[in-house]
T-cell receptor, first 118, second 111 residues
Framework: ETGVTQSPTHLIKTRGQQVTLRCSSQ?????VSWYQQALGQGPQFIFQ???????GRGNFPPRFSGLQFPNYSSELNVNALELDDSALYLC?????????????????FGPGTRLLVL | AQSVTQLDSQVPVFEEAPVELRCNYS??????LFWYVQYPNQGLQLLLK??????LVKGINGFEAEFNKSQTSFHLRKPSVHISDTAEYFC?????????FGTGTRLTIIP
């Protein structure tokens, strides 16, 4: 186990609704990244948070947003859910040293939240 | 920008036989390479990583990988597979803040 936890484990929503997914990072880690893994695909980078600010974003629309809290935990919010948002959402934590995001260490993943949009 | 190509979507192998899962990458920045394994209905577990130094990297569960800069490859190998190795394997390259993953290789072990 990595020490990264995510909640809930499973979620069913209907189109147009909003959802919040949560992630607690591994002890000692200050950086959180979120990925979307559609069925049969590799994970796709959504965004990353460091020092409570978004640092880097993948090709996802603004209805995907996030937060990082002072204890380094994080939330992923998705508004106006679409059927194609059905996927496994993975959170990964890592440690960034000396404020240099190029010097991040390895990302460790949580078990994921499986979201189904009907 | 970076990208990863996993050439085989599925690899069936007999139990106790050797296996190689292929990965090719491209990256415009420093190369950090990873292999992750995903068991059914679970998240990703780190198998091994290449950050610098020796090009032969050993990981968990008897897996190893070799970084080849000239061929831009990072193939994963195991000399003798076990039923418990049945899983999806993802190669990834890290550039700046994000990991870029390949589409995965499903390893199926035949008893």
């Amino acid at each position: 186990e990595t020490g990264v936890t995510q909640s809930p484990t499973h979620l069913i929503k209907t189109r147009g609704q909003q959802v919040t997914l949560r992630c607690s990072s591994q002890s000692g880690h200050n950086t959180v990244s979120w990925y979307q893994q559609a069925l049969g695909q590799g994970p796709q980078f959504i965004f990353q948070y460091y020092r409570e600010e978004e640092n880097g974003r993948g090709n996802f629309p603004p209805r995907f947003s996030g937060l990082q809290f002072p204890n380094y935990s994080s939330e992923l919010n998705v508004n106006a859910l679409e059927l194609d948002d059905s996927a496994l959402y993975l959170c990964a934590s890592s440690s960034t040293h000396s404020g240099n995001l190029d010097h991040q260490e390895t990302q460790y993943f949580g078990p994921g939240t499986r979201l189904l949009v009907l | 920008a970076q990208s990863v190509t996993q050439l085989d979507s599925q690899v069936p192998v007999f139990e106790e036989a050797p296996v190689e899962l292929r990965c090719n990458y491209s990256s415009s920045v420093s190369v950090y390479l990873f292999w992750y394994v995903q068991y059914p209905n679970q998240g990703l577990q780190l198998l091994l990583k290449y950050l610098s130094g020796s090009t032969l990297v050993k990981g968990i569960n008897g897996f190893e990988a070799e970084f080849n800069k000239s061929q831009t490859s990072f193939h994963l190998r195991k000399p003798s597979v076990h039923i418990s190795d049945t899983a999806e394997y993802f190669c990834a390259v890290r550039g700046n803040e994000k990991l870029t993953f390949g589409t995965g290789t499903r390893l199926t072990i035949i008893p």
